[in-house]
C-alpha cells in the first residue's frame, strides 16, 4: 500500500536521511587502499549510532550488517567481509538509517585510488542517470516517467540497465511501496502524489545487464564480470521540485 506521509513525518523521514548522508560524508576518507569491508561497515555503524539513528538494514531480510558493501561487479547487497580494497577498485556503500521508527536509504559508488577511465564514465553517467530519474518525481507524473527517464540517459551511453532491482518507497519500513524501476513508459504506472516518498536508484552495467545471485540469495553480481555502479536518493514529492532528503538538511 502506498502511503502519503504529513509534513511531520517528511521531517522525521528528512532527519533519518540527512543521518545517511553524513554516514556517507564521513567514511569518504576511510575508502582507500588497504582498508577491509567489515572495517569500514564497523566505521559506517558507529558513526549512524552516534547520531541517534540504528541501521536500517541490520537484519533487514537476514542481512547481518548494517551497510552493503558492493566491489566492482558486484551490483548490490554486498556483504562486508575481511576483503581488503586495492587500487583500481570501485565500491557502493547502501547505507540507511532509522530515526524513530522512520527511514533514509541512499547508496553510493566511490572510486578507490586512480581508477580506469571506463570507470569513471560509467560512476559518472549512473549518477547523471539518477538525476535524469528525480527531475520527473514530481505530483502529476507517473512512475514510468521516472524510469522511462533513467534507462533512456543509460542506453544514450550505452550502459546496460539492471531490471532485477528497483526503487521502492520509504517511511516507517525502508522497503515500502510503490516499486520505482530503472525502465519504462512515459506515462503509464502510479501516479505521483504530493507526500509520497520513495528512493531512485539507477543501477547501471559497463557491459551486459544479465545478473547472477549468490549463494547467500542476496548479493547480486554482473554475469559478464563488467562492473557496476549504483546511485540512489530518497526524495519527497511536492507539487514543485522534489526534495532530496538524503543530501544536507537546507537541500530543497
Same mark, same amino acid.
Given at each position: 500500500?502506498?502511503?502519503?506521509?504529513?509534513?511531520?513525518?517528511?521531517?522525521?523521514?528528512?532527519?533519518?536521511?540527512? &543521518?545517511?548522508?553524513?554516514? %556517507?560524508?564521513?567514511?569518504?576518507?576511510?575508502?582507500?587502499?588497504?582498508?577491509?569491508?567489515?572495517?569500514?561497515? @564497523?566505521?559506517?555503524?558507529?558513526?549512524?549510532?552516534?547520531?541517534?539513528?540504528?541501521?536500517?538494514? @541490520?537484519?533487514?531480510?537476514?542481512?547481518?550488517?548494517?551497510?552493503?558493501? +558492493?566491489? $566492482?561487479?558486484?551490483?548490490?547487497?554486498?556483504?562486508?567481509?575481511?576483503?581488503?580494497?586495492?587500487?583500481?577498485?570501485? =565500491?557502493?556503500?547502501?547505507?540507511?538509517?532509522?530515526?524513530? !521508527?522512520?527511514?533514509?536509504?541512499?547508496?553510493?559508488?566511490?572510486?578507490?585510488?586512480?581508477?580506469?577511465?571506463?570507470?569513471?564514465?560509467?560512476?559518472?553517467?549512473?549518477? @547523471?542517470?539518477?538525476?535524469?530519474?528525480?527531475?520527473?518525481?514530481? *505530483?502529476?507524473?507517473?512512475?514510468?516517467?521516472?524510469?522511462?527517464?533513467?534507462?533512456?540517459?543509460?542506453?544514450? %551511453?550505452?550502459?546496460?540497465?539492471?531490471?532485477?532491482?528497483?526503487?521502492?518507497? &520509504?517511511?516507517?519500513? &525502508?522497503?515500502?511501496?510503490?516499486?520505482?524501476?530503472?525502465?519504462?513508459? @512515459?506515462?503509464?504506472?502510479?501516479?505521483?502524489?504530493?507526500?509520497?516518498?520513495?528512493?531512485?536508484?539507477?543501477?547501471?552495467?559497463?557491459? +551486459?545487464?544479465? =545478473?547472477?545471485?549468490?549463494?547467500? !540469495?542476496?548479493?547480486?553480481?554482473?554475469?559478464?564480470? +563488467? $562492473?557496476?555502479?549504483?546511485?540512489?536518493?530518497?526524495? *519527497?514529492?511536492? $507539487?514543485?521540485?522534489?526534495?532530496?532528503?538524503?543530501?544536507?538538511?537546507?537541500? !530543497?
Amino acid at each position: 500500500m502506498v502511503t502519503i506521509k504529513s509534513p511531520r513525518e517528511i521531517e522525521l523521514l528528512r532527519i533519518a536521511g540527512n &543521518v545517511v548522508y553524513q554516514t %556517507h560524508q564521513y567514511i569518504k576518507p576511510f575508502i582507500k587502499p588497504g582498508i577491509t569491508t567489515k572495517e569500514l561497515d @564497523k566505521l559506517c555503524e558507529d558513526f549512524i549510532r552516534s547520531k541517534g539513528c540504528t541501521p536500517s538494514f @541490520k537484519g533487514c531480510e537476514g542481512f547481518p550488517n548494517a551497510v552493503c558493501m +558492493s566491489v $566492482n561487479d558486484c551490483i548490490v547487497h554486498g556483504y562486508p567481509s575481511d576483503y581488503k580494497l586495492k587500487e583500481g577498485d570501485i =565500491i557502493t556503500l547502501d547505507i540507511g538509517a532509522c530515526y524513530k !521508527g522512520y527511514h533514509g536509504d541512499s547508496g553510493w559508488t566511490y572510486a578507490v585510488g586512480n581508477i580506469s577511465d571506463d570507470d569513471k564514465f560509467l560512476m559518472e553517467h549512473t549518477e @547523471k542517470a539518477l538525476y535524469e530519474g528525480i527531475k520527473e518525481a514530481v *505530483a502529476g507524473n507517473r512512475v514510468g516517467d521516472i524510469g522511462y527517464a533513467v534507462e533512456k540517459y543509460a542506453l544514450e %551511453h550505452n550502459l546496460g540497465v539492471v531490471k532485477e532491482f528497483v526503487g521502492h518507497g &520509504v517511511g516507517t519500513e &525502508v522497503h515500502e511501496d510503490p516499486s520505482v524501476p530503472n525502465y519504462g513508459k @512515459k506515462g503509464t504506472g502510479l501516479r505521483l502524489k504530493e507526500g509520497m516518498v520513495i528512493a531512485i536508484e539507477p543501477m547501471l552495467t559497463f557491459g +551486459s545487464e544479465e =545478473i547472477e545471485i549468490d549463494d547467500n !540469495g542476496l548479493t547480486a553480481y554482473t554475469y559478464d564480470g +563488467s $562492473n557496476a555502479a549504483h546511485y540512489e536518493h530518497t526524495i *519527497a514529492i511536492t $507539487n514543485g521540485e522534489p526534495i532530496i532528503l538524503t543530501g544536507e538538511m537546507n537541500n !530543497g
